[in-house]
Nanobody, 123 residues
Framework: QVQLVESGGGLVQAGGSLRLSCAASGLTFSRYAMTWFRQAPGKEREQLATISWRGTITYYTDSVTGRFTISRDNAKNTVYLQMNSLKPEDTAVYYC????????????????WGQGTQVTVSS
């Protein structure tokens, strides 16, 4: 059974930094791309960043490019999201997601989601 557990959220002032972690179990982690999403109250879910299974390829949405960095440690079955220069509009619940199938970066039907971690950025 695939499990994803996020941690590292919290309250931070605008301009500050946080590092989120997502520990995965129940899968051969090194075969799966990982993606971070977020969802703010009253807004649609937003895909933020994706990292390939070997960590050699990364993708970012425009709103976080240059501020957020996704990385992974396959030896620890963990993916990270380093968030710098945080803004109040970054306030949301952050989720890590793994596709249902290995060797794809597409988050489609059947993907596994963590429980989420709250990030609140005060102005």
């Amino acid at each position: 059974q695939v499990q994803l557990v996020e941690s590292g959220g919290g309250l931070v002032q605008a301009g500050g930094s946080l590092r989120l972690s997502c520990a995965a179990s129940g899968l051969t982690f090194s075969r799966y791309a990982m993606t971070w999403f977020r969802q703010a109250p009253g807004k649609e879910r937003e895909q933020l960043a994706t990292i390939s299974w070997r960590g050699t390829i990364t993708y970012y949405t425009d709103s976080v490019t240059g501020r957020f960095t996704i990385s992974r440690d396959n030896a620890k079955n963990t993916v990270y999201l380093q968030m710098n220069s945080l803004k109040p509009e970054d306030t949301a619940v952050y989720y890590c997601v793994v596709p249902a199938r290995p060797f794809t970066t597409v988050v489609g039907e059947g993907a596994y989601w963590g429980q989420g971690t709250q990030v609140t950025v005060s102005s």
